[in-house]
Each structure stands twice: as C-alpha cells, then as structure tokens.
C-alpha cells in the first residue's frame, strides 16, 4: 500500500511533441507528491510538486495533473526539448512518513 | 553555494572490506537524509537525520549499514563488512527543516562498485 506505481518505464518523444509520465498509489494518506528530475551522473532535482486540494499545477512547461479520486497523478511536459531527456520519478509522501518514489521514467527526446 | 558534497565520486572495494561514504550539506540546512539507487530496486530511503539526531532508519537494510551524523556539517554512512549486492549509487540530501515537504537537494552521489 506504500507503493507509487510509474509508466511507462521509458519514452521516446520528438522535440516539441508532449511527454506525458503516469503514476499511482494506494495510500490516501498521501498528500504531497513531487516529481523529481534526474540527469545521468546527477542527484535527483525537485521539478515540481502538488497537494491534492488542487487538480493542476503548471510551471512553465511541465504541468502535474491529479485525480484524487481515482489515485492518480501525471507528469505533462508540453513542447518537449532534447535538454528535457532524463529520467523522472514521481513520489509521495505524508506527515510522518518518508519520501516513496516510482521507479523512475527514462525519457529520451530526439531532435 | 556549492551544494551538496560527496565523497568519494567512485568507490570499487572487495567484499569484506569497510566502506565509508562521507557528506557534507548544504550550510544552514538540518535535515539530512540517505538514499540507494539500483535499477532494480529504484531509489530507496535508507535513513534521515534532523539536528544531528536519526529520526528513521527503518530503511537500513541490515545491520551492516551504519550512518551516523557527529556535527551540522558532516555524515557517513559505512558498510561492513561490504558485499557484491551492496553495490549502487548512494545519494545524501539535505533539506531545511523536517518536514517532509520541505524540498531536498541531492549531492551528486557516490558509485559504489563492491567485487
């Protein structure tokens, strides 16, 4: 029940399609669910998050999605660029409880 | 700021032997926490600390991993003895405060390699 499921496991975008990563979880006690972003060699870098008193939440050009009822969250990256190519967890959380992150999205843009 | 520290980038050892992963936080930052990335298993919490003191170490897969946290600006973890399935890449985070909300940043990590 402490799981986040993720999908898909890769992707493969053309520059300016939109990307769009998919993610569940059981536990309604979840309240905050962040996605983070990583680049080969690198730590993973916060990239955008949201609390389910909201539906939507958009910086610049990502955009989280989140279905309360159904457990569900979604990553959307509009006009998708090859700097973009990385691999993006989502995760949750809950006071008290630590950080469960998917298994990751790798996500290759080409040019 | 410089960020997150880690050290050392790359580690190859032998089984058996002792590893020692250091790391040092961002400056003014309390909470402290350690994470193992596989590709099997993802990336997985392992402990977390806030003032110096571990707060959950539910994630310590057995009793060969050790963290501790002597001062603000400075936490190891050590493995021994070290085994081939310890090998990963181990992150360290810090954060402001304990709040789980609170954004974490992540070193660079370090590639553990054990033979």
């Known amino acids: 029940q402490q799981q986040v499921k993720q999908s898909p496991q890769s992707l493969i975008v053309q520059k300016g399609g939109i990307s769009i990563i998919n993610c569940a979880y059981e536990?309604?006690?979840?309240?905050?669910f962040p996605w983070y972003q990583q680049f080969p060699g690198k730590g993973p870098a916060l990239l955008i998050a949201?609390?389910?008193?909201?539906s939507e939440k958009k910086e610049g050009r990502f955009t989280i999605s989140f279905n309360k009822s159904a457990k569900q969250f979604s990553l959307h990256i509009m006009d998708s660029q090859p700097g973009d190519s990385a691999t993006y967890f989502c995760a949750a959380s809950f006071p008290g409880q630590n950080f469960v992150f998917g298994p990751g999205t790798r996500l290759s843009v080409l040019p | 700021d410089a960020g997150v520290i880690q050290s050392p980038r790359h580690e190859v050892t032998e089984m058996g032997q002792e590893v020692t992963l250091r790391c040092k936080p961002i400056?003014?930052?309390?909470?402290l926490f350690w994470y193992r990335q596989t590709m099997m298993r993802g990336l997985e919490l392992l402990i977390y600390f806030n003032n110096n003191v571990p707060i959950d170490d539910s994630g310590m897969p057995e009793d060969r991993f050790s963290a501790k946290m002597p001062n603000a600006s400075f936490s190891t973890l050590k493995i021994q003895p070290s085994e081939p399935r310890d090998s990963a890449v181990y992150f360290c985070?810090?954060?402001?405060?304990?709040?789980?909300?609170?954004?974490?940043?992540f070193g660079p990590g370090t590639r553990l390699t054990v033979l």
């Open positions: 985070a810090s954060s402001f405060g304990l709040a789980l909300y609170n954004e974490q940043f």
């Open positions: 949201i609390r389910p008193d909201v």
């Open positions: 536990n309604t006690a979840f309240d905050y």
């Open positions: 400056s003014g930052h309390n909470s």
